[in-house]
């Protein structure tokens, strides 16, 4: 009688072949994946101002005017003393943080609006990923 054992393995060839093949692919598709964090914040920042310069003049098509400095950002979530046609619902449901962490940066007249990240860095100015990103300048 013939007993059949099967004992199915890897070769340390095999095995070794394989780590070299993902070791590979790393050193390929890692460069091109990291360097895209910066870029990603800097459009999520570009979408949050834009979605933030929606909100206010839909607050201004209610209420005929656009918070002042000192009423801030914080208007689009809870009425002011002075809007007259509040909508209900608010016009954001929170206060957005751009995605350094940083609060965003608004000033108004009550007729202009100027809504801002200040990059990366988190201080007025800079070049690069540290360059404020303004509502004056997006398009």
């Keep these: 009688m ?11 060839i095999e095995i ?6 993902l070791g590979l692919l790393v050193t390929l598709v890692a460069p091109k994946i990291i360097g895209q964090t910066d870029k ?4 999520k920042a570009t979408a949050d101002v834009k979605a933030i ?3 206010l003049n839909m607050f201004k098509l209610d209420n005929g005017f656009y918070p ?14 002075r809007a007259k046609k509040f909508n209900p619902d608010g016009y954001l449901d929170k206060l957005p943080i751009d995605p350094w962490g940083n609060e965003y940066v ?3 007249d009550g007729r202009q609006i100027v809504i801002a990240s200040l ?5 007025e100015g800079g070049e690069g990923y540290n360059a404020d990103i303004d509502s004056r300048n997006i398009q």
């Design 53 to 55: 310069e929606q909100a």
């Design 16 to 21: 070794m072949v394989v780590v070299f093949i």
């Design 119 to 123: 990059g990366a860095d988190g201080v």
């Design 106 to 108: 608004y000033m108004s």
């Design 68 to 81: 002042n400095t000192a009423e801030g950002l914080n208007a689009l979530v809870q009425a002011p003393p």
């Design 40 to 43: 990603a914040r800097v459009v």
């Design 2 to 12: 013939r007993r059949l054992t099967s004992q199915a393995a890897f070769t340390l």
